[in-house]
């Protein structure tokens, strides 16, 4: 059991404490867990209301537990940027001084823009995902160093219409992204916070299966868990799934240090 996108009070908007989810995932047989709690300087700019992420609290508590859990467990010191351009030094000067050992950019806001509520409805769907997909382009040029790319077509989590297509949509800006992280070491979530999105995981199958035709080959699991109940969400459908997709390794830190799961058979 792996995962690599959590949440607990510290981020603001979930539900359970981070020792509560430390041990709900030992209790599931857990071997390598990363809390990846929010940084969201791109909503306070944008005054959009959610209660600030306490830093410096996950910095002490998490320390703590990996203490006072070693031998059980295998902790990655984790974090979850909201990309801004604006927020950029902000971010460079946040990472060098937490020292986080995995860090996740993630698109949430397109040019200071929410992209979950109500997007498809201020926007025709085309527009809608090349918009996304220049965010992300974009946020692949951030100034701090990170490691993967969050939940890789977010937009579609919420959009209201079935069968549409981020990768159809601007095909050439969905490839430029994809080989860009390639060239740079960035790794692919597989993200299984779905809602709307196709399913089992962000982002969707042909996404995926171009990332590997490119020569993709670092792909991370991620719940997205804000509460206990949904950590390790859908991961055997979804572990699956990237092996028929063609990978043959997922990637996990242990305690930092990043290596190669292999997919078994
Ligand atoms: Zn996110
Ligand atoms: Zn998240």
Request: charged share 30%; with cysteine; hydrophobic share 35%.
């Amino acid at each position: 059991m792996t995962d690599f996108h959590t949440h607990s009070l510290f981020s603001g908007d979930a539900d359970d404490t981070l020792e509560n989810m430390v041990r709900a995932a030992i209790r599931a047989g857990c071997r390598y867990l990363c809390p990846t709690e929010h940084c969201n300087l791109d909503f306070a700019r944008n005054r959009i209301d959610i209660e600030p992420s306490d830093l410096d609290g996950y910095a002490a508590e998490f320390a703590r537990l990996r203490t006072k859990y070693a031998g059980q467990i295998r902790l990655t010191y984790g974090i979850e940027l909201g990309y801004d351009m604006h927020c950029k030094s902000d971010y460079a000067d946040i990472v060098k001084k937490y020292r986080f050992e995995y860090v996740i950019n993630s698109t949430h806001l397109i040019d200071g823009e929410d992209c979950y509520h109500g997007y498809f409805d201020r926007y025709d769907v085309k527009t809608a995902f090349t918009n996304y997909l220049k965010a992300v382009r974009d946020s692949l040029d951030a100034p701090y160093r990170f490691d993967t790319v969050g939940h890789f077509g977010y937009v579609a989590r919420n959009c209201p219409y079935e069968n549409v297509d981020m990768y159809t949509a601007a095909p050439d800006l969905a490839d430029d992204i994809l080989k860009t992280m390639i060239s740079r070491g960035v790794c692919l979530e597989a993200n299984s916070s779905v809602r709307r999105a196709p399913q089992p995981c962000l982002p969707a199958a042909n996404v995926l299966k171009r990332y590997r035709e490119l020569g993709g080959e670092s792909i991370v699991f991620g719940s997205d868990a804000h509460r206990t109940g949904d950590l390790f969400r859908s991961r055997s459908a979804v572990i699956e799934h990237l092996r028929n997709v063609g990978f043959k390794y997922h990637t996990v830190w242990d305690e930092g240090k990043k290596i190669q799961l292999k997919i078994e058979n």
